[in-house]
């Protein structure tokens, strides 16, 4: 907190520095007037050059803001738990490469360590352990996006931005699918299209209620409890065996149907609302967006004044886990780069090793 507290009193610093400037520069100013002009042309001359430097001082206060707006106090729990979903995220991609990409079916000639890393990935993707971290994952990354909310200035314009990465990524799916030639692999909504979508929802919801935030805060948390709730009674009774239901619930591939690509036309409605699994990396709408309005209701209410709930210790967390919130702060560069990195680094060694694509 001391850190930002002197960036922020150093910006305001400079425009009390500013005003001291003009208020000396006009007095001078006048006095130079008043050798040459006349009482009603020195007023004249002097409001203009006040007007300029009261210009030139509004630009300065707004870019100042700006200033201060990007180098604010960030929310240490909030960075922290969205830093340790992404570094979950990186190792659960990390072995879904190996046992899905970096395989005897895309390349001929693999390095040994390349197949037998394959043959752990195939394990630890189904294994229980790894499927109950992944939804908690999911829960606290929605929750967080739904918290975020309120230190946004403009939710729309954010929430756009994340649809246009799961965008990017899907259209990254796509040439992977073509080269590999398996079209199961294509993305429709992923993790990060999903909370983009979620967080438009959540922030067109929220426009009429700018003025009412109590009516706000009550409907937010009515929607995300209905949406809960409802969506439990449908996986309960949809699950395929229901001492299992809560993976239904969460979308696991294997409690739920898969849709084949050839079948995805027919049931692209299931895929998107998420009864369905399809792809390599899917996200339904629901329950994420339950999750998605009940961060929503906690960012209006823990965090209503915009301030960490661990008080004078948020800087020094900040500080001394930068490791995991890191990755929290550039989540989103964290998701649109790694996949790239693991390819190109993971694929260049194999082929430097011997291996060949198989095309």
């Known amino acids: 907190m001391a850190k930002t507290k002197s960036f922020v009193e150093k910006q305001n610093s400079k425009i009390e520095a500013k005003k001291l400037y003009n208020k ?78 970096f395989t005897s079916y895309n390349f001929s000639n693999l390095p ?25 994952g999911i829960f606290f990354l929605f929750l967080v996006s739904g918290i975020s909310t309120q230190f946004s200035r403009n939710p729309i314009r954010r929430s756009l931005i994340v649809i246009g990465a799961g965008a990017l990524m899907s259209v990254a799916f796509l040439i992977v699918a073509k080269v590999t030639g398996s079209m199961e692999d294509l993305v429709i909504v992923g993790a990060i299209g999903g909370i983009g979508i979620c967080m438009l929802i959540y922030g067109l919801f929220a426009l009429p209620f700018k003025k009412h935030p109590q009516i706000h805060e009550a409907f937010t948390l009515g929607i995300a409890l209905a949406i809960l709730i409802a969506w439990g009674f449908v996986s309960y009774n ?20 898969i849709v084949r690509y050839k079948d995805l036309g027919e049931n692209i409605w299931g895929v998107l609302l998420g009864t369905k699994y399809f792809g390599s990396d899917w996200m339904g709408l629901f329950p994420g967006l339950g999750y998605m309005f009940l961060g929503g209701f906690i960012g209006q209410t823990v965090y209503r004044n915009r301030k960490s709930i661990f008080g004078r210790f948020n800087e020094s967390l900040n500080r001394n886990t930068k490791l995991v919130t890191i990755p929290g702060k550039y989540s989103l560069w964290f998701y649109l780069s790694h996949q790239v990195i693991y390819i190109i680094i993971l694929g260049g060694i194999a082929l430097l090793m011997g291996a060949k694509l198989v095309l």
């Open 238 to 257: 949809n699950a395929r065996d229901t001492s299992n239901f809560w993976f239904y619930y969460n979308g696991y591939a294997y409690s739920i149907p």
């Open 24 to 101: 000396a520069f006009l007095c001078v100013y006048e006095a130079e007037l008043k050798k040459q002009y006349s009482d009603d042309e020195v007023k004249t001359r002097l409001e203009k050059k006040e007007k300029q430097l009261d210009k030139s001082l509004a630009k300065q206060v707004e870019k100042n803001n700006k200033a201060n707006y990007h180098n604010r106090i960030r929310i240490w729990e909030l960075d922290f738990v969205r830093g340790l979903v992404i570094i979950g995220m990186l190792i659960d991609h990390f072995f879904f490469d190996f046992e899905g990409l």
């Open 112 to 136: 040994q360590f390349y197949l037998d890393i394959g043959a752990f990935a195939s394990l630890y993707w189904v294994h229980p352990v790894r499927v109950t971290f992944r939804f908690i």
